[in-house]
DNA sequence: AACGCGTAGATTGTATACAATCTATCTTAT
DNA sequence: ATAAGATAGATTGTATACAATCTACGCGTT
């Protein structure tokens, strides 16, 4: 028997505990229930999430690095504004980054790529179907900052990536209606990028991304209507 | 300078545990200490920074939330390749960054605010003098990130600054001949700001980073030479 | 009564012990 | 001999105890 077995109340996976507290703080910060200058302690963290003070930690200074909360010295955590402002800033910033990485792409990304997901869109599209999880959308966008050339570029693209998708999946905890991803936008960034123009693509990934935003906003609204 | 006036092994700051961690780990790396794919264990950090593996591991987490090294689970460490490829990325992400800020507070920033900076570069100038500690060309790029009006791109450009700024105090440990400011180029951006010219004065930031971009990978060329 | 100071509580920073997991080597059966 | 599996070591993830620091309240002095 190389493992314990435990069935029933399994022991508490070690590697979850930082990622339950910070998804569980977002969750709370998309859902309003702290205002911003709100502020709380590491220990309140603790009893409501069930976990001791080192997970507690990397997922505070974690958030602070996503530029959510703020700690300051002995004085708990305090909880930045987190409304529609805040989520428009957020997408303006992923705008500023995506658009620079496809105007980059536009005269690097190969061919065969552009093709082959064009494909799988169209394919999407034909059959009616939703792309539900975002795995299309986010390989898409990963592509582009891929094609870019600058891994650095790349990295930061992934941080508000990773930071989007988890709020898709706490939007999608509650409401049952998500978002349709639109392959039309998706499209028009891939057919510029087909014919190597930077400034189509680069113009049509800023309209997807304002696209994006006024859903997100409109997802928080429903979220805390 | 307030000089830190370390006394006898005064009792250890705890907080500065954590940074001393990265600083030590962020001047190998521009060191060129490890090469890219190398691996170390917290362990090793430990014995080699003298404190306990809390801060070794929060120290860990911010510099990978820098994009500085990778954390694998039950692998260590993977330091990121840091050359001149590297900063040359880095310098272009904070371009693409501070660039858009410029664009934006051309618009929206106070005229007085830059009559003051235009008046204090001018000064420095006149004096001959070359602000050793960056203050003046930190609160340029602070005031311009403001003016903005996104808080989140403001934040993204201070981690930024701020990890600009640590690689320079680095630097200037070992090469007592740090770059001049230059004070032209700044000079070239508040009067395209003063005249709420968006174009001239996003190109004046792109030019000035695209200089200070050279002058860091020079750097870090002495550095390790 | 107002101000300064000191002490107690609270909170974070750090160190260490324990648990879970992964990697690599060695054994064993085919 | 090769490959699959088990076992031991190493490494990270988590929990807890201790140290340092900050905040706030109460006391004493002016």
């Known amino acids: 028997m190389p493992a314990a077995s435990n069935q029933g109340p399994t022991h508490r996976q070690p590697v979850a505990s930082k990622q339950q507290v910070v998804r569980g703080i977002l969750r709370g910060l998309m859902e309003g229930l702290w205002r911003g200058g709100d502020r709380f302690t590491e220990a309140s963290a603790v ?128 409401t049952s209606d998500i978002h349709t991803t639109s392959v039309d936008e998706h499209l028009a960034i891939l057919e510029a990028l087909r014919e190597g123009d930077p400034e189509g693509a680069s113009l049509a990934m800023k309209n997807h991304l304002d696209q994006a935003s006024t859903s997100a906003i409109e997802a928080i609204q429903t979220l805390r209507s």
Chains 1, 2 share one sequence.
């Open 47 to 174: 009893e409501k999430f069930g976990v001791s003070r080192t997970p507690v930690r990397e997922a505070l200074l974690q958030l602070q690095g996503l530029g959510l909360i703020e700690l300051r010295r002995n004085c708990g955590a305090v909880v930045l504004p987190f409304g529609t402002d805040e989520v428009r800033e957020l997408y303006a910033v992923r705008s500023i980054l995506e658009v620079e990485a496809t105007r980059l792409a536009a005269s690097r990304i190969h061919r065969e790529l552009v093709d082959q997901l064009m494909g799988e869109f169209t394919e999407i599209r034909a059959r009616g179907e939703e792309d539900p999880d975002w795995r299309l959308d986010r390989t898409l966008h990963q592509s582009i900052a891929e094609a870019s050339g600058n891994h650095r570029l790349l990295a930061e693209i992934f941080r508000y990536g990773d930071l989007v998708q988890a709020m898709r999946e706490i939007v999608g905890e509650r």
